[in-house]
């Protein structure tokens, strides 16, 4: 289920750049369109296998889905100095682009969710009753 926005992202992101962000708007867009859909996945699962599962369903789609796709930015990568940029190129700058803003996102989702569930929102009563260690009350009298 937490997999589902991943791989719908995936499949999305490869008939929309099929051979990876080529200008800055797409680059901005696959940042953001990442970031919030790692966001989700985390949210909804509440638990840090998310940065693992969501960028993997989004791989996998987007592997999948782009199969037809001809160039040697997506096809098998070769050992020769230009197979090497291609693969850098293409599948590497994609990765740095939607890969880690999505993990990054279902980091950030999970803990979040994990953190409203426990009642720890900043101004939530968690942090309202919390007492202050006694080094830092120490510190104030004096002592």
Known sequence: MVVVPAAAWGVAAARWTPRGPLTNAEALWAIGISAAVGLAAGWMSRSRWSMLTAPAAFVVALEVTRM??????VDAP???PFG???LVGGRGVHGVLSVLPLVLGAAYGGGLRRRTRRGAVPGG???RHRRWP???RRAGTGC
Not at 68 to 73: K, Q
């Open 134 to 136: 006694s080094v830092v």
């Open 78 to 80: 070769q050992l020769s």
């Open 125 to 127: 009563p968690a942090f």
């Open 84 to 86: 090497i940029i291609a």
């Open 68 to 73: 037809g796709v001809r160039g040697p930015s």
